[in-house]
């Protein structure tokens, strides 16, 4: 199955919008766990265990795991994912953006090493940043569009005066992932919750990628008005996908003992303030 055929899958299997971001800090882990990096593997399995029929996909974040010395505790928490729950996706945030020899390195990284279904980049370099990950035949890359940080505004909201209309970096590259770099049907786009007037307008520039949108939870992005902004159907049909990401509200929803079954309750909830929102 294709990255796009899996999230398919996982949204009508697990009837979600939700994903869940693995970002363990150890500063943060619940007692007995706290401040050992030894236990990150330990800590997100726990977590994916107890949410892996809630998700549409897992998106674990790389320095997370890398700070610390614990590429080798992803590699198995990968392989742990695949077998516990093979029928969702995994998303590897990397956020890499370089090119040539160096690009094809770190699309080995992401699709070989570790596995992924998909990873997100930076598009600032240009098509040759993105065109190495998508010689892997099936796989998924998310290009940094509207990003939900404040800073995004220096760059990604700035008009291009020598484009055409004159349209702003961010529609500038939901327009390319739309259109001329989305060769094989593996792009899709990064918008933040906290801009749902972004979010519709980049799914009026691109109305049938795959959306990855952080900033639910923690962050204070909106559940209701992401979904509203985002998500299309026809048919009954999902034709816009969305996948609404919330990590650290699910991962530390408890500091106790419970902290799985707290993710679990997080997890649900937030599922069906995105399923309502849909209504």
């Known amino acids: 199955m294709t990255f796009l055929d899996m999230l398919g899958a996982a949204e009508r299997q697990n009837q979600s919008l939700l994903c869940v971001g693995l970002d ?146 961010y529609e500038h590259v939901a327009g390319l992932a739309q259109g001329p770099w989305n060769l094989n049907g593996q792009l899709g786009l990064v918008v933040g919750a906290t801009y749902p007037a972004e979010i519709e307008r980049v799914r009026e520039l691109a109305p049938t990628l795959p959306l990855l949108i952080p900033g639910v939870g923690a962050q204070g992005g909106d559940a209701v008005a992401t979904i509203r902004a985002g998500y299309r159907t026809r048919g009954g049909a999902t034709t816009g996908p969305v996948i609404v990401n919330s990590s650290r509200a699910v991962l530390y929803a408890s500091g106790g003992a419970d902290f799985a079954a707290a993710a679990r309750a997080e997890a649900l909830r937030t599922r069906e303030v995105l399923n309502a929102a849909k209504a």
Do not use: W
């Not at 994916?48 to 992803?74: C, M, N, S």
């Open 24 to 169: 363990p800090d150890p500063a943060k882990f619940p007692a007995g766990l706290k401040g050992d990096a030894s236990k990150i593997y330990d800590f997100c399995a726990a977590i994916v265990e107890a949410t892996a029929d809630t998700v549409i996909a897992f998106k674990p974040q790389i320095a997370y795991f890398a700070a610390h010395r614990a590429e080798d505790q992803l590699e198995k928490l990968m392989r742990h994912m695949k077998a516990v729950a093979p029928q969702v996706p995994v998303i590897l945030d990397a956020k890499r953006g370089d090119i040539g020899s160096t690009a094809e390195q770190y699309a080995i990284e992401a699709f070989e090493r570790y596995g992924a279904d998909a990873v997100t980049l930076s598009p600032f370099m240009g098509f040759d940043s993105v065109q190495p990950y998508l010689k892997y035949p099936g796989k998924g890359a998310f290009l940094l569009c509207r990003t939900s940080n404040p800073g995004g505004d220096d760059l990604q909201n700035q008009r291009l005066a020598s484009v055409d209309g004159q349209p702003r970096l």
